[in-house]
């Protein structure tokens, strides 16, 4: 197997193209290049067989750099808990982090596991990174624990807040974010802190029509987890334009959709990279959850033919090949979907191998180097 050439992080963007970069709106995305919609970042922090947390983490740092100097428009993070091969557990700490090391591109939990947390830690962290990051923050909310039950329940201390708790966690924390509660409410005094004049957007993420249904209601941007979830994306994305109410926040909805996707420089070679990807969440499913495998291990397992099942139909759903492929499998499905911003997930083994799969699909739309990125 021939070895990609070893990418290089370019430097994030001068101070006034980053300020052309930066759309005004904080929901709605700026498509650059030749892209036809925005394309965004979702980072796991994996951490592959052979590596720590630590250099986990400073990889999700330099990826972060690149992405901004490459042009994509936003880089998300994911709470996940218990999983050897994913070090993104606080994502507030970890965008803490990577807005030091950045300066244009926005940055968001993709996402908050709300029913893990009491909404008011979640307004005063979001708070917090809204005022060392201004303008550059966004708050994704999801409804799933992110872990298994056991570990949901380590989290939560609490039997009777979970998921079905949701709605009411969601509005409770959009008051500590807007410092509205009404008169006579229990909290109508309390005040969430630091809290600045701006606020990070509230996004809701989900894998079914729940979210979809909710962010309607509430008119909240919406994004969605097709990357494991590809068969209810239609049908979750029908709910939530067909009711979706204008609000303050977004006169007609906006909808992005996570996308696993591997470029090298050959279809074979992206799809043995891939395979490492298949064989962590078949472990996953499997109840043995750990680093993320090296592509030569994947190789060699000895699937059983169930195995090679799940196997198939899981990289059946990830856009791979080169990056002229890649970028026409990514429009396909944009136009099949109507997606308004499509967010990017390269979730296999080498930090390397990830660092030129997003390059190379930044190139095939045209995004490299901050200068090119144009309003549409």
Not at 15 to 41: F, H, I, K, M, N
Not at 124 to 142: S, V
Not at 305 to 327: C, H, K, Q, R
């Amino acid at each position: 197997m021939s070895t990609a050439p070893e990418p290089t992080a370019p430097q994030p963007a001068e101070t006034a193209e980053s300020t052309a970069r930066q759309p005004a709106d904080p929901v709605r995305g700026r498509a650059a290049g030749t892209a036809p919609a925005p394309l965004s970042v979702l980072d796991l922090a994996t951490i592959g067989t052979g590596h720590t947390p630590g250099e986990a983490l400073a990889a999700t740092t330099e990826l972060a750099r690149a992405a901004e100097g490459w042009g994509y428009h936003r880089f998300w993070v994911a709470e996940h808990h218990g999983m050897p091969g994913i070090a993104s557990s606080v994502p507030a700490v970890l965008l803490a982090h990577l807005g030091a090391h950045t300066s244009t591109l926005r940055l968001g939990s993709g996402g908050v596991m709300l029913p893990n947390h009491a909404p008011l830690a979640i307004a005063e962290q979001f708070g917090m990174l809204e005022a060392l990051h201004p303008g550059r923050i966004d708050l994704g909310l999801g409804r799933a624990p992110g872990t298994d039950q056991a570990t949901a329940r380590a989290l939560r201390q609490s039997a009777t807040d979970g998921a079905e708790d949701f709605p009411r966690q969601l509005a409770e924390l959009i008051h500590f974010l807007d410092g509205d509660f009404p008169d006579g409410h229990p909290y109508a005094r309390l005040a969430a802190v630091p809290r600045s004049a701006s606020r990070p957007p509230t996004w809701l993420l989900g894998s079914s029509g729940f979210s979809a249904r909710l962010a309607a209601g509430l008119g909240l941007p919406f994004a969605f987890a097709h990357h494991f979830s590809a068969a209810n994306t239609v049908p979750a994305l029908d709910l939530y334009r067909d009711g979706f109410t204008p609000s303050a926040v977004l006169e007609k909805p906006y909808a992005l959709i996570g996308v696993s996707a591997v470029a090298a420089e050959s279809r074979e070679r992206a799809r043995w990279l891939a395979r490492s990807a298949g064989l962590a969440m078949l472990r996953l499913r499997q109840g043995r959850p750990g680093p993320i495998p090296t592509p030569e291990e994947a190789a060699a397992h000895p699937y059983t033919m169930a195995e090679e099942d799940f196997l198939d139909s899981w990289l059946a759903n990830v856009v791979l090949g080169t990056p002229e492929e890649v970028a026409a499998g990514l429009e396909a499905l944009r136009r099949r979907t109507g997606a308004d911003e499509l967010m990017v997930t390269s979730h296999i083994h080498g930090h390397r191998n990830r660092l030129e799969s997003y390059r190379l699909i930044a190139e095939a739309y045209g995004l490299t180097g901050a200068g090119r990125a144009v309003s549409r």
